[in-house]
Structures are given as C-alpha cells and as structure tokens.
C-alpha cells in the first residue's frame, strides 16, 4: 500500500496543473479579445 501522504502529493500536483492550465487559458482569452478589439479599433 502506498503512503497516504504521497497520494495528497499527487492530488495536489494534479490540482496545480490544472488550475495552471486554466489560467492560462483565461489569459489566452483575454489577450485574444484585446486583440479583436484593437483590430475593431483599427477599422
């Protein structure tokens, strides 16, 4: 049996990847948007 402790490792581990992967994705977003708003601009 594995040590209980290595296992909150691993969850936790797994939570930060996530929680990267979706601020990178809200900040892909954003930035996407700010460029649609100054070609908007642009026009």
């Not at 979706?22 to 908007?40: D, F, G, R």
């Amino acid at each position: 049996m594995s040590n209980p402790n290595e296992n909150n490792v691993k969850k936790l581990s797994t939570i930060a990847e996530l929680n990267t992967g979706i601020i990178l994705a809200q900040y892909k977003s954003v930035a996407n948007e700010a460029n649609i708003y100054q070609s908007e601009e642009a026009l």
